[in-house]
């Protein structure tokens, strides 16, 4: 794994997700919890800082009063944002989770609106202007935003790592068929961050 | 059991908060079939004669019927499992990267240049089609629907057309994966995911 091509990608480590207090938690602890999804991720994060990757941000649109406005129909996701105020701009809900913080110099991408972290932001533009041609991808949700990240990635030419214990999802059932069914075909490369772990140390 | 309860009472709360999206004006209704080619569509298959049903469906109420075929893409640096797999089927015969006969395009259809990428928005054709023609609801369709299918549904919801997927006009790389696509995935995405015939139902013919 080549460090100055290769950028990480975290995808919506957002408290409402992660933390115990978060809105969502109620639904997504039980894979959180039971892949340790958070401190895995940390350690990834931690290692990928210290081969001196790129790490790049990729959020979700965060709330905020008349934020949709001007969409004419907002799909599934947006309805329940707009119901709900999930990742509400300034609150707990809207911040990342202290363990997967940025630091100074990471990318921060603009906020996606859909599901993807590339569609309709300057993702691409700014891994670009890195040199990067290869990506970890790892955050929430994993048959979301995650899959939905690595099929736009895909499909703009990276070459793609997926970590299934770094990844969680709304229900034990969704997460493991998405690990089991989809990454597999959508991702150049499947691991779990044991594995991603060594390939960094070495 | 606490999630599925969860995640059931959110699909109700949602499905009724934009029943109110599910008009199909004509002239700003266009049905996707994605990837309907020999090479994924055999001709003595149900899927065949469904896909065939939406096809006559869909011109009889006026909606254009737009082809997205995909092609390899021979030049790609990084090929995953899905590239492969479509690869794979589409050099299985010299015709297989053609139309499936029962969806022979109509002179009114529309189809598009072979893509290379997974979505059909990889195409800019799409995006002009859609402006040219004032286009809003997408009806979407077809054979690969875990690999090509999915991604088209969340980069139309993300260009805020109202979507449509046909769950009995679709298949997947295996049961498994279609189940996450059409219980699971899709409706996150898709204003509504349902079966031909109560999409008829809901808007006529």
């Known amino acids: 794994m080549n460090a100055e091509t290769t950028a990480l990608v975290l995808v919506d480590p957002y408290n409402d997700f992660l933390a115990r207090r978060g809105q969502a938690w109620m639904m997504t602890r039980d894979v959180v919890l039971s892949n340790g999804m958070i401190d895995k991720a940390r350690s990834i994060l931690e290692a990928a800082r210290r081969r001196g990757m790129t790490v790049a941000y990729a959020p979700h649109h965060r709330w905020r009063p008349n934020g949709l406005k001007g969409r004419k129909y907002l799909h599934p996701t947006q309805f329940m944002q707009e119901k709900s105020h999930i990742f509400a701009e300034g609150k707990f809900g809207g911040r990342f989770i202290a363990e997967l913080a940025p630091a100074d110099g990471d990318v921060m991408s603009s906020e996606h609106l859909c599901s993807s972290g590339f569609e309709g932001t300057d993702l691409h533009a700014q891994l670009l202007g890195r040199g990067i041609t290869h990506l970890v991808i790892i955050g929430m949700i994993t048959n979301s935003c995650i899959e939905a990240t690595a099929r736009s990635a895909v499909d703009l030419g990276y070459h793609v790592t997926l970590v299934t214990d770094a990844v969680a999802a709304f229900s034990p059932n969704e997460h493991d068929l998405a690990i089991r069914e989809t990454h597999p075909r959508i991702g150049h490369v499947v691991t779990d961050t044991s594995s991603l772990l060594e390939t960094l140390r070495s | ?205």
Request: proline share 6%; with cysteine; charged share 20%.
């Open chain 2, 1 to 205: 059991m606490r999630n599925s309860l969860l995640n059931a009472a959110t699909g109700w709360y949602v499905r009724r908060g934009l029943r109110t999206y599910h008009r199909y004006p004509a002239d700003k209704t266009a049905v996707f079939l994605v990837d309907v080619q020999r090479a994924f569509v055999g001709s003595g298959q149900p899927l065949s004669g469904s896909l065939a049903e939406l096809a006559r469906w869909a011109r009889s109420r006026g909606f254009l019927v737009v082809h997205a075929p995909i092609a390899v893409d021979a030049g790609a640096a990084f090929k995953t499992p899905a590239h492969r797999q479509i690869e794979r089927a589409l050099s299985t015969q010299a015709d297989a990267p053609e139309l499936a006969s029962a969806l022979g395009p109509s002179p009114d259809d529309v189809v598009l240049p072979a893509r290379k990428t997974l979505s059909v928005f990889g195409l800019p054709e799409v995006d002009a089609l859609i402006e040219a023609r004032g286009l809003e609801h997408l009806i979407l369709a077809g054979p690969l629907a875990d690999l090509t299918v999915d991604s088209s549904l969340r980069d139309a919801a993300q260009r805020d057309l109202h979507t449509t997927v046909v769950s009995d006009c679709l298949a997947a790389s295996t049961p498994a994966a279609l189940e996450l696509e059409v219980r699971h995935t899709m409706p996150r995405y898709a204003h509504l995911v349902t079966e031909l015939d109560d999409l008829k139902r809901r808007i006529g013919g």
